[in-house]
């Protein structure tokens, strides 16, 4: 396992080169640290290890990538284009996707007192920080600060954990149904029921802005839904007003946490399913006011499963969500076929094997997951 500082990561203030951007500046508000009762400092490295790499897009098997407006692939790769802004889109998103995997795994930032940063900032080198957080840790009262750091947060809902979920639906794969044949280009694999994760209803009117005097609101009534886009990271999406030239206009956006704070983040499809994200965001201070539902409020999704492309070596694939006449891609992907002519696509509890005929390419449906989904296959 790598070492790294543990103060360095927990704060990304204290000492600059830990590659995050800072959590707060030096003299906006006080330093604070990521700390959990029970965990020692070599228990947190561990942790830091794992919630760093993610946040550079180091790939999990089974998992789907970090996606932050456009993930961090997206924004290193507009950053080549358009230089310092996409630069910092960049580094804002790998400080989300590392907060966010840290209060996953149950971490909880408490804030320093004076005489605590003090000593912090005069710990020299490696060794004397781990001294100070050692001490730090051991102190009787840390477990009193932590709930009192827990009383403040402001989050969004909670969303169960299910076997077989993703981007915001969870799959009713007992009752897909397969192709009755073999499929061509542009042809159904197949089709599987989908519920969603959770929805809500928005309890009171969410307005939203940004610098450019761009204003726009989620309205009172309006219904949301809870989309998972990767391990560590959940989203409400819904419907907002935009107020433009044309008139009003109703777009799809996604409330996710950036650290302490939240944005609001435009997305393609429709309110009752939410695709990809676009750049950038509004940011706002605090989350929508949300009433879960214990039912969907929005109703079933039909998701399909489709072969987009036949190339030499394997196929390309897509999902979409379909409903009322209109479709919502969700993911893409696909792989190259084994020796045998066969890929298997996994499916959380299921597996779908694909097999390469004369006449296309044929599907069998196994109850035999090993819990990954679609992520895990390649690109050809």
């Known amino acids: 396992m790598r070492k790294r500082s543990v103060v360095t990561a927990v704060m990304g203030l204290i000492v600059v080169g830990y590659g995050l951007a800072p959590s707060v500046a030096y003299a906006a508000k006080p330093a604070r640290v990521f700390v959990q009762v029970g965990k020692d400092l070599k228990g947190q490295q561990a942790d830091e290890t794992t919630c760093t790499d993610y946040a550079k897009g180091v790939p999990t098997p089974g998992m789907p990538p970090m996606v932050t407006t456009g993930g961090v692939a997206g924004a290193a ?220 409020l929005l109703g079933p999704v039909t998701l399909t499963l489709a072969l987009d492309k036949i190339t030499k070596k394997g196929v390309r694939l897509k999902v979409f969500g379909e409903r009322d006449g209109k479709a919502v891609t969700i993911w893409r992907g696909g792989g190259n076929f084994d020796a045998e002519g066969r890929l298997v696509v996994p499916l959380w509890t299921h597996r779908l094997t694909l097999i390469r005929r004369d006449q296309g390419i044929a599907g069998v449906l196994t109850a035999d997951g090993d819990g990954k989904g679609w992520w895990s296959t390649g690109t050809p």
């Not at 009383?151 to 809902?157: E, F, N, S």
């Not at 007992?174 to 542009?186: F, T």
């Not at 519920?195 to 610098?211: F, G, K, Q």
């Not at 399913?273 to 605090?286: E, S």
């Open 77 to 296: 790769g507009a950053a080549l284009a358009t230089g310092f802004l996409a630069g910092l889109e960049e580094a804002k998103a790998r400080r989300a996707g590392y907060e966010r995997c840290m209060r996953a795994r149950g971490y909880i930032k408490v804030t320093l007192a004076p005489a605590e940063e003090a000593a912090l900032r005069g710990a020299k080198g490696q060794p004397a920080r781990e001294a100070w957080f050692t001490n730090f840790l051991s102190q009787t009262e840390l477990a009193q600060r932590i709930e009192a750091a827990k009383a403040q947060i402001q989050d969004l809902p909670e969303v169960p954990s299910t076997p077989a979920s993703t981007d915001g639906l969870v799959l009713d794969l007992a009752q897909a149904k397969l192709a009755e044949g073999p499929a061509n280009e542009g042809g159904v694999l197949l089709v599987i029921p989908a519920s969603h994760l959770a929805t809500a209803r928005l309890a009171a009117d969410y307005p939203v802005s940004n610098m450019l005097g761009v204003n726009k609101r989620g309205e009172a009534g309006a219904l949301f839904h809870a989309v998972a886009r990767g391990p560590y990271s959940t989203q409400w999406c819904g419907p907002f007003l935009n107020n433009s030239i044309q008139g009003q206009i109703t777009m799809t956006g996604c409330v996710e946490a950036v650290g302490d704070d939240f944005k609001v983040v435009n997305a393609v499809g429709e309110s009752w399913l939410a695709g990809d994200l676009d750049a950038g965001g509004f940011p706002v201070d605090a989350p929508p006011k949300l009433e879960v539902s214990p039912i969907d």
